[in-house]
């Protein structure tokens, strides 16, 4: 009996301690509130883990008993440096309508006379739908005809010229002779009369050279334009050339093109397409006939498309030359007509060796002519701050010695 009583207060123990009633308990945190709702666990003595019911699981830890929160010094670490607004970059490509990227995007076509050149090319491109070969052709015809009064100016100048020349021969041959004879006067006045003569015959040299110093800054333009777009390089002309040059971007495998401007160049030379005689240059033509040789071995290195330029541009000349040998192009030019002189200007069937020697005789003329006008300058020049050099067999400026010799005479 007192057995079942002891066991019977034991049990109701156990229960009184293990047993927590059905309430919620809420668990503080520093981030999040957690409920937890427990319920009686079983009343067995020896296996009460087996029987419990868990209806609510907490997932966080609780709150610390420490109500000082840890604070981190500002100036324990340093911070990375900010990324400088330079070096954030926004790659943008832009892209025309079929696709291919703007001259802008790859860093071509500014504002200078090189990028405006891109953007013209690249304008006939887009527009046209044409490739890039037909482009430059285009691009230098364009040119050639913005050039054309230019070049009927110098031709006009140039006829004029050859029609006096046999009167401007004579006159420099006169000129030439006073220079080295060492008649100063004679020389200036043969020069005078000379530029007299050309201003009423409204006749100049320079004018010949008017073409090629307006077609130097177009060629550079176009060479550094297209150089530039070669070496970018612009990918839609990789596949934008023609027959045997299809790739515009390297020098031809073949050497054609080079050796086709060269031969193209020569021919516009000699034949004057420019509005240039060389019969009037002197030593200078042969400069000139020997330039497309000269430059021949630099051209196979070029890019196609500078190369497809050059070759267009000298075409051009030669077409223009053509065309204004047309009578009926001449006239309505009001070109004068060209005098045929029965006997040749003295000088202009002089070879190479007779041109060089004449002008390195004339050049140590001059040099002579130079050093004597020195020399006398130098010499007026000390004549004016030195002493007097005695010229007389006695001294003016003593009066005993003329007084002596009015005494005589008397």
């Given at each position: 009996?007192?057995?079942?009583?002891s066991?019977?207060?034991?049990?109701r123990?156990?229960l009184?301690?293990?047993?927590?009633?059905?309430?919620?308990?809420?668990?503080?945190h520093?981030?999040?509130?957690?409920?937890?709702?427990?319920?009686?666990?079983?009343?067995?003595?020896?296996?009460?883990?087996?029987n419990?019911?868990?209806t609510?699981?907490?997932?966080v830890?609780?709150?610390?008993?420490?109500?000082?929160?840890?604070?981190?010094?500002?100036?324990?670490?340093?911070?990375?440096?900010?990324?400088?607004?330079?070096?954030?970059?926004?790659?943008?490509?832009?892209?025309?309508?079929?696709?291919?990227?703007?001259?802008e995007?790859?860093?071509?076509?500014?504002y200078?006379?090189?990028?405006?050149?891109?953007?013209?090319?690249?304008?006939?491109?887009?527009?046209?739908?044409?490739?890039?070969?037909?482009?430059?052709?285009?691009?230098t015809?364009?040119?050639?005809?913005?050039?054309?009064?230019?070049?009927?100016?110098?031709?006009?100048?140039?006829?004029?010229?050859?029609n006096?020349?046999p009167?401007?021969?004579?006159?420099q041959?006169?000129?030439?002779?006073?220079?080295?004879?060492?008649?100063?006067?004679?020389s200036?006045?043969?020069?005078?009369?000379?530029?007299?003569?050309?201003?009423?015959?409204?006749?100049?040299?320079?004018?010949?050279?008017?073409?090629?110093?307006v077609?130097?800054?177009?060629?550079?333009?176009?060479?550094?334009?297209?150089?530039?777009?070669a070496?970018?390089?612009?990918?839609?002309?990789?596949?934008?050339?023609f027959?045997?040059l299809?790739d515009?971007?390297?020098?031809?495998?073949?050497?054609?093109?080079?050796?086709?401007?060269?031969?193209?160049?020569?021919?516009?030379?000699?034949l004057?397409a420019?509005?240039?005689?060389l019969?009037?240059?002197?030593?200078?033509?042969?400069?000139?006939?020997?330039?497309?040789?000269?430059?021949?071995?630099f051209?196979?290195?070029?890019?196609?498309?500078?190369?497809?330029?050059?070759?267009?541009?000298?075409?051009?000349?030669?077409?223009?030359?053509?065309?204004?040998?047309?009578?009926?192009i001449r006239?309505?030019?009001?070109?004068?007509?060209?005098?045929?002189?029965?006997?040749p200007?003295a000088?202009?069937?002089?070879?190479?060796?007779?041109?060089?020697?004449?002008?390195?005789?004339?050049?140590?003329?001059s040099?002579?002519?130079?050093a004597r006008?020195?020399a006398?300058?130098?010499?007026?020049?000390?004549?004016?701050?030195?002493?007097?050099?005695?010229?007389?067999k006695?001294?003016?400026?003593?009066?005993?010695?003329?007084?002596?010799i009015?005494?005589?005479?008397?």
């Open positions: 009996m007192f057995t079942r009583a066991a019977i207060v034991c049990r123990t156990l009184r301690t293990n047993v927590i009633s059905q309430e919620v308990i809420t668990c503080r520093i981030h999040l509130n957690s409920q937890i709702k427990r319920t009686p666990r079983s009343s067995s003595l020896f296996n009460l883990h087996k419990c019911r868990i609510g699981i907490p997932l830890r609780y709150a610390s008993t420490n109500e000082t929160p840890s604070q981190k010094s500002p100036y324990d670490e340093i911070p990375d440096p900010p990324t400088p607004l330079e070096d954030i970059v926004e790659n943008i490509v832009k892209v025309h309508s079929n696709g291919e990227p703007t001259l995007s790859i860093g071509l076509a500014g200078t006379p090189v990028g405006l050149v891109q953007k013209f090319l690249e304008f006939m491109h887009i527009s046209l739908d044409i490739p890039w070969w037909t482009t430059i052709v285009i691009g015809i364009c040119v050639r005809i913005i050039i054309f009064p230019l070049v009927v100016k110098a031709q006009k100048n140039m006829i004029k010229l050859s006096h020349m009167v401007i021969t004579q006159m041959q006169r000129m030439t002779e006073a220079r080295q004879s060492g008649d100063q006067y004679e200036a006045r043969a020069a005078t009369e000379l530029m007299q003569y050309m201003k009423k015959s409204d006749v100049s040299v320079l004018r010949n050279f008017i073409v090629p110093l077609q130097a800054p177009v060629f550079l333009s176009f060479f550094l334009a297209l150089r530039g777009m070496n970018a390089p612009v990918e839609s002309l990789k596949h934008g050339g027959w045997w299809q515009l971007t390297i020098h031809d495998p073949y050497y054609i093109m080079p050796i086709v401007t060269s031969v193209t160049m020569y021919i516009t030379i000699e004057g420019d509005g240039t005689d019969k009037t240059m002197g030593m200078l033509r042969y400069v000139l006939r020997a330039l497309p040789f000269v430059i021949l071995p051209m196979i290195h070029f890019p196609g498309a500078i190369l497809t330029y050059w070759a267009s541009a000298n075409f051009i000349s030669l077409i223009q030359t053509g065309l204004l040998k047309v009578p009926y006239k309505a030019l009001d070109m004068p007509i060209r005098i045929k002189h029965a006997s200007v000088g202009s069937n002089r070879n190479f060796v007779e041109e060089f020697r004449e002008s390195w005789t004339n050049m140590k003329i040099k002579q002519l130079a006008e020195r006398d300058a130098i010499q007026f020049s000390a004549a004016g701050k030195g002493p007097i050099i005695k010229t007389f006695y001294d003016p400026t003593k009066q005993k010695g003329q007084s002596t009015l005494t005589k005479n008397r």
